[in-house]
């Protein structure tokens, strides 16, 4: 089949990978004119499938409502005169529940755990380099009652078979020797030592050069304008070159992994998408004493923020700001994110050469991603990945290919398709990911 994928971020890299491996003809289209030059560009770098604790959880409605209008805020929602803003906030609200949150964690599980297996066979079949390490990751709390809360859905990830184990402060020192200046503050961890890290950015690159050399075809600096339906199905989509020149493509199947613009690119087709952008920041700040600088990848739950080391830099992203399609850096943000490093790793990192970044996390409100055929036969979805774009990249690749060939994905995951199509309003209710 010839397969044109939408969008060339860590969604559509690996979603073309896999359709080629199967065989297919792959065509990529991306309005960049490099592949994952927008929320792929600098992210966290985690390979995270302990993070599964969705946004939306019992304790967030309160949360969010103490942090309305605090500039530095974790989990920022800017309220704005948006329907589409506040229909997710309804939608996020109804996902905070104990059965609804346990479900999502499900799905966030079982798709993190096939997609950290497949990026590791991957790495196996094409010795790909990302400044990966396999060192874990760290989930370190300064709040007693907050390190009390993470008991219960730790014990359901490792009932899950994600193995991640609650640790002291001592032995969160002992694993990971640059938290020994904060000691006295950590009420305690929880470790994963089966999860990773590293460059988002690089492996896809990376993949790209593997899929081009394998016959895909990438046609960057070409944007997407709309996608024309004709007699049920998508006919071809239209775009526009670097040079503005009109241009129809043509395939047997369209994968859209648009990130936070697919739902716009998809409503006129009367297809609906739960996906709404929730800015995120990082900073990427050359290692100055590497002594001082970790190793293992960190989540500081009190200020929900992740640390990677990708080679000789550091990488601390996090914060989430509902605030529409706006990528502007806050300088309060950025500077919130330098003291945070500064109290915990003084002087492991230069600051005085911080790197400041924005991306725009393609948002759904339960937290689990939109993945399988729409109502349209030849339309299917890669997108909606949110908080864990990265972690989840291989394993929805993977399976929306399978799905995209006609062959059953490997996993048990609530795929939308046939039974559960997308684009009805039954299957946009917020539960939508959940089983
Ligand atoms: C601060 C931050 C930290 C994060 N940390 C982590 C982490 O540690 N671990 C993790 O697993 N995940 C993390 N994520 C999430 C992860 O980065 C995203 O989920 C992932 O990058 C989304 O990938 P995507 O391919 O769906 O979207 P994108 O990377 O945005 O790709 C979409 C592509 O579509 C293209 N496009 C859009 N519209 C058009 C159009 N009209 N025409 C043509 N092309 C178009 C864009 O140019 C873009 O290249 C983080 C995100 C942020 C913001």
Known sequence: MNVV????????????????QLGHEVVVIDRQASPAAETSFANGGQISV??????????????????????????????????????????????????????????????????????QQLR?????????????????????????????????????????RVISADEAVRLEPALAQVRARLAGATYTAE???????????????????????????????ALRAAGGTIDHVEATDAEGRFQRIRGD???????????????????????????????????L?????????????????????????????????????????????????VRRVETLFPGAGDTSRAQFWTGLRPATPSNVPIIGRSRLPNLY???GHGTLGWTHACGSGKSIARIVSGLAPEIDFA???????????AALRPSMGAR
């Open 289 to 337: 004493d590497a002594s001082k600088a970790h190793q293992v990848s960190l989540t500081d739950d009190e200020y929900k923020l992740v640390f990677s080391r990708l080679g000789d830099r550091l990488r601390i992203a996090g914060t989430a700001e509902l605030n529409g399609y706006d990528r502007d850096l806050n300088r309060v943000r950025c500077e919130a994110i």
């Open 50 to 119: 302990s993070h599964a604790e969705p946004w939306a959880n019992p304790g967030a409605p309160l949360k969010v409502l103490q942090w309305l209008g605090k500039e530095d805020a974790p989990l920022l929602f800017r309220l704005r005169a948006d329907a589409r803003q506040w229909l997710w906030g309804l939608q996020f609200m109804r996902e905070c529940t104990p059965a609804r949150t346990r479900r999502n964690i499900e799905q966030i599980v079982r798709l993190g755990t096939y997609s950290r297996d497949t990026l």
């Open 124 to 164: 196996r079949d094409t010795g790909l380099q990302y400044d990966q390490r396999t060192q874990g990751i760290l989930h370190f709390y300064t709040n007693a009652r907050e390190f009390e809360a993470a008991e219960a859905p730790a014990a359901q990830m490792r009932a899950l078979g994600c193995e991640r």
């Open 381 to 383: 979805l890669n997108t």
């Open 5 to 20: 994928v939408l969008g060339a971020g860590l969604l559509g890299v690996t979603s073309a990978y896999f359709l080629r």
């Open 195 to 225: 999860d990773e890290s590293g460059d988002a950015n690089r492996f896809a690159r990376e993949l790209v050069r593997l899929c081009e050399q394998a016959g895909v075809e990438f046609r960057m600096s070409h944007t997407v304008t």
């Open 253 to 287: 199947a369209y994968v859209v992994a648009m990130g936070s613009l697919s739902p716009l690119l998809v409503a006129p087709l009367g297809i609906r998408l739960p996906i709404y952008p929730a800015k995120g920041y990082s900073v990427t700040l050359p290692v």
């Open 415 to 425: 795929f939308a398709g046939a039974d559960r199509s997308v684009g009805t309003a």
